[in-house]
């Protein structure tokens, strides 16, 4: 029997990945996805919206297992640059606690010579990191009595839109 062993995937120096409690910069995000090579700087931001199934949330709560979660963003980064080989940075950072609507969950920013394929490598980034990295919200909603409740979902069960 032939065992095979996953060797851990090293990130490159000049790419940025994150899991924190911190608020997340636009700004910042951008200035760590720029580079005098790029031609593009595509960035995503998903942000705490006020309702999901037409249930009104007021509150998001994110937890991660961050040592899998690090290591699916750096499989991230190494398909994206095996598929878009002309991308010269990747950062991807991700917020747990308990966030309010309308605030930064992830950004995910992608720079490139070119904005086609700045593009496309964005959209595989989050689409894969939604599908893949082991991260979980509690959505906390405000029923018609007035009293909370909450329901967890791992945002890899959401579908392609959430």
């Known amino acids: 029997m032939t065992t095979k062993f996953a060797f851990p995937i090293k990130p490159r120096t000049e790419d940025s990945f994150a899991i924190t409690f ?23 931001s998903g942000m705490v919206r006020n309702q999901t199934d037409g249930k009104p949330v007021v509150a998001l709560e994110y937890q991660a297992y961050e040592p899998m979660v690090l290591r699916v963003f750096y ?57 893949n990295a082991p991260i979980w919200k509690k959505e906390w909603y405000c029923g018609q009595d007035g009293k909370l409740s909450s329901s967890w979902v791992s945002i890899g069960a959401c579908e392609q839109n959430c």
Not at 100 to 122: D, K, T, Y
Request: aromatic content about 4%; glycine content about 4%.
């Open 22 to 44: 911190a608020p997340l910069s636009v700004e910042e995000i951008y200035q760590l996805a720029n580079e005098p090579a790029n031609g593009a700087v595509v960035m995503m």
């Open 75 to 131: 499989q991230i980064a190494a398909d994206i640059r095996q598929q878009w080989t002309d991308v010269n940075r990747i950062v991807i950072h991700h917020r747990i606690g308990r966030l309010q609507i309308g605030e930064i969950s992830v950004l995910v920013a992608v720079g490139c010579p070119h904005r086609s394929e700045a593009f496309e490598a964005c959209r595989y980034a989050i689409d894969t990191l939604k599908h």
